[in-house]
């Protein structure tokens, strides 16, 4: 496997349901981001990772639970959506360091998800 | 404070005519600048980017573009569209840290 692997690619769940979305990245490098990307709006930054420690929270809902066991793996826990969470969720990553912010980011494909 | 603005929600180009999306971006610092597209149904990849280095920047696919900085503007060009660059466009500014913003995205139709 190469780049930024995501599954499950698609997932239905009901409002109760708990389910995780799971990114790995192939690509030695130190930071993580999920995304929301919803139709007809900008792609909105959820959460970032760096080094495993969780560095930005973009004010997401408690319902959304991320997870970074170690910097290559990254988990979105979902509990108790609601039906306008339904979107792509996308993980990405890329390498950074303290003296520079140009970090390019590779992306997952995303995971497509539907809350009913 | 920082923002990315694309001027053009939807961009129709016919095929083998040139591509002009547009980017404007406000930024406290010096930013970084990027150019990613996304085919329906898959992520982003990465087009090109601007960091500070020249100003005309080549990506891929035949794509470049131009960081004004007087203009506070970064478009991306393409001479020939082809059919396989219909795809949305999105404009990215990052500064210190981890503040990245995505523009809203411009979609590119190319007519046969």
């Known amino acids: 496997e190469t780049g930024v692997t995501q599954t499950p690619r698609h997932l239905v769940m009901g409002m109760t349901n708990k389910k995780s979305l799971k990114c790995e990245q192939h690509?030695?490098?130190?930071?993580m981001y999920w995304y929301k990307q919803s139709a007809k709006k900008p792609l909105e930054l959820m959460f970032v990772y760096n080094f495993k420690e969780q560095t930005e929270n973009n004010s997401v809902p408690s319902r959304f639970s991320p997870e970074c066991p170690n910097s290559s793996h990254l988990f979105l826990h979902l509990h108790t959506l609601q039906p306008e969470d339904s979107a792509l969720y996308l993980c990405a990553s890329s390498q950074v360091s303290r003296d520079t912010y140009r970090n390019e980011q590779f992306f997952g494909p995303g995971t497509r998800l539907t809350v009913l | 404070a920082q923002s990315v603005t694309q001027l053009d929600s939807h961009v129709s180009v016919s095929e083998g005519t040139p591509v002009l999306l547009r980017c404007n971006y406000s930024?406290?610092?010096?930013?970084?600048l990027f150019w990613y597209v996304q085919h329906p149904n898959k992520g982003l990849q990465l087009l090109l980017k601007?960091?500070?280095?020249?100003?005309l920047v080549k990506g891929i696919n035949g794509f470049e573009a131009e960081f004004k900085k007087s203009e506070t503007s970064f478009h991306l060009t393409k001479p020939s569209a082809h059919m396989s660059d219909a795809a949305e466009y999105f404009c990215v500014v990052s500064e210190v840290g981890f503040k990245t913003i995505f523009g809203a995205g411009t979609r590119l139709f190319v007519k046969a």
């Open positions: 601007y960091t500070s280095a020249a100003t």
């Open positions: 690509l030695g490098h130190n930071a």
């Open positions: 930024s406290s610092y010096s930013p970084s």
